[in-house]
Nanobody, 118 residues
């Protein structure tokens, strides 16, 4: 398992941009996938995006396509979620997570709060 620490969440206005970071501490990440998830009050946790660390291939939830970008920085062992054109409905606790190969998402950060207001 790896240790993850999110940062960057804050209160913003609709239409603003925000970049979340997730610092990763652990073994070689070559066979890992990294992901961003979110959970709003009263709602189920949902996938936002994920990326294979070595290959760089990414998946986005429909609501994230065209607005959000997931990326990695191998030198810093950090991955990011750039969020543009934020909407009120993007308000949630955002979590980063990791999994090895296609295994379960078994390493999680504590979350960072994103609040979007009008």
């Amino acid at each position: 398992q790896v240790q993850l620490l999110e940062s960057g969440g804050r209160a913003v206005h609709a239409g603003d941009s925000l970049k979340l970071s997730c610092a990763v501490n652990g073994p070689s990440l070559d066979y890992y996938s990294m992901g961003w998830f979110r959970q709003a009050p009263g709602k189920e946790r949902e996938t936002v995006a994920n990326i294979r660390w070595l290959l760089g291939s990414a998946y986005y939830a429909d609501f994230a396509k065209g607005r959000f970008t997931i990326s990695t920085d191998n030198a810093e062992n950090t991955f990011y979620l750039q969020m543009n054109s934020l909407k009120i409905e993007d308000s949630a606790m955002y979590y980063c997570a990791a999994r090895r190969l296609d295994g379960p998402w078994d390493s999680w950060g504590r979350g960072t709060q994103v609040t979007v207001s009008s």
